[in-house]
C-alpha cells in the first residue's frame, strides 16, 4: 500500500517483516517517612530490541523513477519498514518531595534522564540516530487557606539529537514548560477555577510560533445530599489561540508541526459521584 498523502514524503508498507523480540529490564525504589511527609523514589528502565522495525529510506537527488513504479521528484523521500539490526534505549529517574508546614504545602522535584539509539538506512548507507534528553521539574502544591487550592510547577527539558550521515540534522535545544492551576471554594459549594499551561521553543522553523499560553476557566455548583452532584460551566481556550505546537524527530528529517484546534468553546458538564464504602 502507498501513502502518498504527502507528496514529498512517500511510505510504503512491507509484508515480509519479521517479529521484533524485545528484553525489556525495569526496576524502582521507593521510600516514605510518614512523619515528614517526605518521599524519595528511584527508577530505571532497560529496552533491549532484536530485528528492530526500522525505516529504509531513499532521498531523490534527482527525478527518480524506482523499479516498483513510483515516480519521485527531486528531494522526495521514499520510506518503508525493514528489520534493521538492534535499537537500544533507556530512562533513569528520580522523584523527592516534602510537606512544608508553614504554608500547608508540598514541595516536589522531578529529574528524568532518556537514551535512544534508533538504527535506519538512508540511500544505501546505515544511518544511526541519538537521543538524549534531560528533563527536570519542580512543583508546588499547596490548600493553605480554607477554600484555596493551587498547584504551580516549572518543566525545563534539553534535548541533544545526533545523526550519523546527516550532519545537518544535529541540534541542540531547551523546552520550557509551565503550567499553574487555582480553584477557589466560596461558601463550600460554589467554586471558581482556572488553569494556565505555557510552552516556549526557541529553536521550532521558521514560520511556526515559538511559544503558546493557554488559559482555561470554569465555575461550578456542588450541590444534592453530601455534595454528590456537580454542576460545572467552562470555557476553554479563552484566549482563542487555536493552535498546538509539536516536535517529531526521525532519523531522517525534524518536523514541527502547529495544528490548528477548535476556536474558543463552552462546555458544560454535570458529574455525580456515587459512594458505596462506609
Do not use: C
Request: hydrophobic share 40%; net charge neutral; proline share 3%.
Amino acid at each position: 500500500t502507498i501513502n502518498n498523502s504527502n507528496p514529498l514524503f512517500i511510505t510504503a508498507g512491507n509484508p515480509l517483516l519479521s517479529e521484533v523480540i524485545n528484553h525489556s529490564f525495569n526496576s524502582s525504589y521507593f521510600a516514605t517517612d510518614i512523619e515528614t511527609g517526605s518521599l524519595l523514589m528511584f527508577g530505571f528502565s532497560f529496552n533491549y530490541a532484536k530485528d528492530y522495525i526500522g525505516n529504509y529510506t531513499f532521498v531523490a537527488t534527482n527525478d527518480t523513477l524506482l523499479p516498483n513504479g513510483i515516480s519521485l521528484l527531486r528531494g522526495t523521500q521514499f520510506s518503508y519498514p525493514i528489520n534493521i539490526g538492534n535499537s537500544i534505549s533507556f530512562s533513569t529517574q528520580a522523584n523527592y518531595g516534602f510537606s512544608i508546614e508553614a504554608l500547608r504545602s508540598n514541595m516536589n522535584f522531578f529529574m528524568l534522564f532518556n537514551y535512544s539509539e534508533v538504527p535506519g538506512i538512508v540511500n544505501e548507507i546505515r544511518n544511526l540516530s541519538r537521543r538524549y534528553l534531560l528533563s527536570n521539574s519542580v512543583s508546588l502544591s499547596s490548600n493553605f487557606a480554607e477554600g484555596l487550592d493551587f498547584r504551580i510547577s516549572y518543566t525545563p527539558a534539553y534535548s541533544i539529537n545526533q545523526n550519523k550521515i546527516q550532519s545537518e540534522l544535529n541540534n541542540n535545544y531547551l523546552l520550557h514548560n509551565a503550567n499553574a492551576n487555582v480553584r477557589v471554594t466560596l461558601f463550600e459549594q460554589f467554586f471558581i477555577q482556572n488553569q494556565f499551561t505555557y510552552f516556549y521553543n526557541p529553536r521550532v522553523a521558521e514560520g511556526v510560533r515559538k511559544d503558546n499560553l493557554t488559559w482555561n476557566a470554569g465555575i461550578g455548583l456542588r450541590f444534592l445530599e453530601n455534595n454528590n452532584g456537580e454542576l460545572k460551566l467552562e470555557v476553554l481556550d479563552v484566549l482563542n489561540h487555536k493552535s498546538n505546537i509539536s516536535r517529531n524527530i526521525t532519523e531522517t528529517y525534524i518536523e514541527d508541526r502547529s495544528t490548528l484546534l477548535l476556536n474558543r468553546f463552552f462546555l458544560l458538564t454535570f458529574t455525580y459521584n456515587i459512594r458505596t464504602f462506609r
